[in-house]
């Protein structure tokens, strides 16, 4: 050590020395922290990053073998900054898909864990504060003035008049194009397009068509699909990156900005038409209502509460759907009984003359008798729930059911899609598509699973799903729909892959063959329904004709 004009050196053998110890402090330290998390393997500096980005491409089925792992508990903790000072709290996050710790953070200390900072700014550009992006009083208003409009039984039948116009002069004659043809057709498509007209018309009253022969583009779809998926990327990197993008306008930050440009200019126009014209669709409902201080809802607050209408509203029912399709694809038996029961209403509602069946779509109260079809879309649920998993942000210092201690300021993401392959909570059987296990004894009724908090696809406590009812009516009027009328086959050779998404979609689409339907074959009385096959769903998602 040395001091020039009273400047302090070091020699390089000190500076060599200290860089030694400081190394050498940080590993024993990291050695400690990898010693009491349970998780993957973590590296220095990087934490448990490099394993995300090694299993992307099935993140959902890696998360679910680690939670597999810790037996009953269930539960996992990781670190993704591994520093000190930062890693007990903003780096470390808990994974679980344990039924009491999910009951405890979206129901009994709910207010402890709001969606928190990261979220919000991830999707204020996109939802603002809207009613899935914001948490406390904001949250609470338009919640409470949402729940009045989707308990009624007129906004259900709006829902079903919308979906099945666009069922009988669309999607019938999309299909019937396709029927016995050598070209095969992107299902997933065909369901995306058709719930976004749907959940248009219901939130704007206003059908864009996008589900129409030609399949035409949409500028208001696609600017939407664009900003839903630039803002998804935001949750695969630092939110400083991102955040430098933005300010640069550069890579998915400018597309961002381009097509939020093209979705502002949308909803100025169509909320400026419907306060000239109103009409009984979700956004001329909302414009009647008042907050907190008795005032109109502005016009950003509108858009905002719009918006969020139609990404919960598209994306979860045609992902649904999607995988709903690709099961019974795989489980011809189960698709048999679900046809065998739309038969057996159809005989009861419309008489014994079957060509009067395909007339048109199942009315409202028609799909309400349709039980095992639900059954069957409640039991897709449980295995490829349309929003995989969910984060929290942790307010103060708590400890869960399981023991686990969560500090304030770290997250808590809660499994959904391995809450249904746990056998822990499921039993043996979990990974077997079953739709029984959601009926009474003798198959007349629906029964939801006693413990909600094994079942959390609609979400759970406060945030349960308003549209709940609204998705399970669409889907099976679209189900039902396409099941009257045609069948349909995977292309041989074709693999289905999970996109890493925040909705689980399928990463290449769902490529099918369309086959007529003989609906006449399945009332014969003395044909009984084959018995229930074994197939196990693989708990990896690729599979080929």
């Not at 016995?180 to 959940?199: C, E, H, K, P």
Request: aromatic share 10%.
């Amino acid at each position: 050590m040395a001091t020039d004009g009273g400047v302090l050196q070091l020699h390089p053998y000190a500076m060599a020395a200290a860089a030694v110890a400081l190394a050498s402090a940080y590993m024993v330290w990291f050695w400690a922290l990898s010693r009491r998390l349970s998780g993957p393997r973590m590296w220095p500096l990087v934490g448990s990053l490099p394993s995300v980005v090694l299993n992307r491409a099935r993140v959902h089925d890696w998360i679910a073998d680690n939670l597999r792992a810790t037996g009953d508990a269930a539960t996992y903790q990781t670190c993704i900054l591994p520093l000190p000072f930062l890693a007990r709290r903003q780096g470390l996050v808990t994974v679980t898909c344990n039924p009491r710790n999910l009951e405890h953070i979206l129901r009994a200390r709910f207010d402890n864990y709001p969606k928190g900072p990261m979220w919000q700014a991830s999707f204020h550009d996109l939802l603002g504060q809207g009613i899935f992006n914001s948490d406390g009083e904001t949250w609470l208003i338009q919640r409470k003035t949402a729940a009045l409009e989707f308990t009624t039984r007129t906004l259900r039948q709006a829902m079903a008049r919308w979906a099945n116009r666009s069922i009988k002069y669309r999607l019938w004659r999309i299909l019937d194009d396709h029927c016995n043809a050598a070209a095969s057709v992107d299902l997933q498509d065909l369901l995306l397009r058709l719930t976004f007209d749907n959940i248009c018309g219901l939130t704007f009253g206003k059908d864009p068509e996008t589900l129409s022969p030609g399949l035409p583009e949409n500028p208001f779809a696609n600017a939407f699909d664009e900003a839903t998926e630039a803002t998804m990327q935001r949750f695969l990197f630092p939110s400083l990156l991102w955040r430098i993008k933005k300010a640069f306008g550069v890579g998915s930050e400018r597309s961002l900005r381009d097509s939020l440009a093209v979705v502002d200019r949308h909803m100025t126009e169509t909320i400026a038409a419907r306060k000239a014209t109103p009409s009984d669709d979700l956004l001329s409902r909302f414009m009647k209502k008042r907050d907190s201080k008795g005032k109109a809802f502005p016009e950003d607050v509108l858009q905002w509460i719009a918006l969020n209408f139609v990404l919960a509203g598209r994306d979860t029912s045609s992902v649904a759907l999607s995988w709903f399709f690709w099961t019974l694809m795989q489980r011809r038996d189960v698709e048999r009984k679900v046809v065998l029961e739309i038969a057996s209403v159809l005989r009861e509602t419309r008489g014994d003359d079957t060509a009067r069946w395909t007339e048109e779509p199942l009315n409202f109260d028609e799909l309400e008798r349709l039980v095992y079809l639900k059954a069957a879309l409640t039991e897709t649920l449980r295995l490829y729930p349309s929003v995989p998993q969910d984060s929290k942000y942790v307010v103060a210092d708590d400890v869960l059911p399981d023991g686990t201690v969560v500090p304030a300021g770290s997250a808590i993401t809660y499994s959904i899609y391995s809450v249904g392959r746990m056998e822990s909570i499921w039993g043996k059987d979990c990974a077997e598509f079953r739709p029984e296990r959601w009926l009474s004894a003798d198959g007349s009724r629906f029964e939801p699973v006693k413990d909600a908090y094994r079942f959390v696809a609609f979400n759970g406590g406060p945030r349960t799903c308003l549209g709940k009812d609204l998705a399970y009516l669409q889907m099976k009027s679209i189900a039902s729909a396409v099941l009257l009328r045609n069948s349909v086959e995977l292309v041989p050779g074709y693999k289905v892959e999970q996109k890493m998404s925040l909705t689980l979609f399928m990463k290449n689409g769902l490529r099918v063959h369309v086959k007529p339907r003989d609906i006449a074959s399945y009332v014969e009385p003395s044909e009984p329904a084959p018995p229930q096959g074994s197939l196990v769903i693989p708990t990896t998602t690729a599979a080929a004709a």
